[in-house]
């Protein structure tokens, strides 16, 4: 009996309501932007960098006296003579005193590009000795010198003159933008 009275209901409901068609399917709701494309390549290179960085880093450590110097062919050995007696006026300083080798790295590449951004031709790295170090090498004087020698913008660096700094800071020649 529970059936009839179902079916009545049923068939009193699509009298109520008429004829009744079927909806289109609703559309995917739009999705959010892609992702950007990971430069895995570069992001690999990078890596081999920083662990042929660190290898040399413990390969051939530069101590606390001795002087950091680095020519480009390209730099005539007149300027590089220039750069060494500090003749250069220095247009804008980073001092790492402090700094952990981590630190120093990240401070010293966002320190020179940007230097180079804003056109400065000569720059100063204050890196210290490294006497004061817990290590037996100086190593933030050893970042500095891995750093600038990787860099394609920088055209000779040397240890500063004594009046300024001396063999705890070096100063760096950068290519025009």
């Not at 990078?46 to 062919?73: K, N, T």
């Not at 401070?107 to 100063?124: E, H, I």
């Not at 790295?125 to 490294?130: C, D, E, V």
């Not at 004087?141 to 020698?149: F, M, T």
């Amino acid at each position: 009996m529970s059936d009839a009275r179902d079916d009545d209901d049923s068939d009193l409901f699509r009298t109520a309501i008429g004829p009744v068609r079927r909806l289109d399917d609703a559309p995917t709701p739009p999705r959010g932007p892609r992702p950007r494309p990971a430069a895995r390549m570069a992001q690999a290179d990078e890596r081999a960098a920083m662990s042929e960085f660190r290898q040399a880093l413990e390969a051939m450590p530069i101590g606390a006296g001795d002087v950091l110097a680095h020519r480009v062919e390209a730099l005539p050995v007149t300027v590089f003579n220039r750069l060494k007696r500090g003749q250069f006026s220095v247009q804008d300083e980073l001092d790492l005193h402090g700094a952990t080798a981590g630190q120093a790295e990240t401070a010293l590449r966002l320190f020179l590009r940007n230097a180079q951004r804003s056109g400065s031709a000569c720059v100063r790295i204050i890196h210290g000795k490294g006497l004061g170090s817990d290590a037996e090498i100086p190593v933030l004087k050893n970042v500095v010198d891995r750093v600038l020698r990787q860099r394609s913008d920088v055209l000779a660096f040397h240890s500063a003159p004594p009046a300024q700094g001396g063999t705890g800071a070096v100063l760096v020649l950068l290519a025009a933008r």
